[in-house]
């Protein structure tokens, strides 16, 4: 689907950058382990460590960690 859209009735909306561009701005980007705000990861962990819950291993488990996490999250937020 991602390399011939065509075949899926879409067209390409891949924009492609120039190399310069990039290594232009690759200096300011911020690179880290962590893909989320900081205080986010750290009351996930913490959820995680509380609820005996584990790094997921496949999609599957991913969602359902997700939609724990999200739920805790926005309970703690009300």
């Not at 986010?40 to 790094?55: G, I, P, R, W």
């Not at 999200?70 to 009300?78: C, H, I, K, M, Y």
Request: hydrophobic share 35%.
């Amino acid at each position: 689907m991602y390399t011939v859209p065509e075949l899926y009735g879409t067209e390409d909306y891949l924009c492609e950058v120039p190399e310069q561009d990039i290594a232009r701005y690759e200096d300011s980007l911020h690179r880290s382990d962590i893909a989320c705000d900081e205080d986010v990861h750290t009351l996930c962990t913490y959820f995680m460590a509380e609820n005996d819950l584990s790094v997921p291993k496949d999609a599957y488990m991913a969602i359902n960690l997700y939609l724990s996490l999200r739920e805790q999250l926005v309970t703690l937020l009300s």
